[in-house]
């Protein structure tokens, strides 16, 4: 089958690092995407991983390992406007993205 | 702003009803993408289309359809409403029609079906 598996909700605090992994199950795999989405808004996107490794851009670095079915997303310095879901998707069979239900995160001052 | 637009930005109905939802891709993309979100739920996949052909289709009910114009503007028709399909949908919009291609979205059209 196909599936992708995210933490439902993850907290941290303003200025710290927090990693929001995912994993996933699929067929016909050539790519994983990050999204960001605030509430009631449209997802917007972060990053598109093909190959193994980490993938750096600004405060937000994406990770992939094709061998395990894993990526992570990590924010760094991380600010109140960062409060958001995350989405991951990952392109299956069907020509079709596979989208996680998404990660809340809450930041705290 | 993703350059992807979509109206009206809200709709209230009644069960029952009919509507129809508009979107207008980024300018060069080819492939449009409807997505419906329900309250604190994921997205859900309905249906591309790309250059004027449907391309893949998710779990789109019977009661919704779609097409995509020459001007590559698409339209959702959402028919026979239920209290169950109030919810956010979205537009989104490529430049290819690959799996790969970013997809950009757009504000999104939130339905309430009283």
């Known amino acids: 089958g196909q599936n992708i598996d995210q933490p439902t909700e993850m907290t941290a605090t303003e200025g710290a690092i927090v990693q929001i992994n995912c994993t996933y199950q699929?067929?016909?795999?050539?790519?994983l995407f990050w999204y960001q989405q605030h509430a009631g808004e449209a997802p917007t996107f972060l990053s598109y991983?093909?190959l193994d490794g980490l993938e750096e851009k600004g405060r937000f670095s994406s990770f992939l390992s094709r061998s395990k079915g894993y990526s992570y997303l990590l924010l760094k310095e991380l600010q109140m406007k960062d409060s958001a879901s995350y989405l991951c998707?990952?392109?299956?069979?069907?020509?079709?993205?596979?989208w996680g239900a998404g990660t809340k995160l809450i930041i705290k001052p | 702003d993703s350059g992807v637009t979509q109206t009206p930005k809200h709709l209230i109905t009644a069960t029952g009803q009919r509507v129809t939802l508009r979107c207008s891709p980024r300018?060069?993309?080819?492939?449009v993408y409807w997505y419906q979100q329900s309250l604190d739920q994921g997205l859900q996949f309905l249906i591309q289309?790309?250059?004027?052909?449907?391309?893949a289709k998710g779990n789109i009910l019977e009661r919704f359809s779609a097409q995509q114009f020459p001007d590559l503007h698409s339209e959702l028709n959402l028919s026979s409403l239920e209290l169950g399909d109030s919810a956010l949908y979205f537009c989104?919009?490529?430049?290819?029609?690959?799996?790969?291609?970013?997809?950009?979205f757009g504000p999104g059209t939130r339905l309430t079906v009283l």
């Open positions: 989104a919009s490529s430049v290819g029609q690959g799996v790969t291609d970013t997809q950009y």
């Open positions: 300018s060069g993309d080819l492939s």
């Open positions: 289309y790309y250059n004027g052909e449907e391309r």
């Open positions: 699929t067929s016909g795999f050539n790519g």
């Open positions: 991983n093909v």
């Open positions: 998707a990952v392109t299956g069979s069907n020509y079709q993205l596979i």
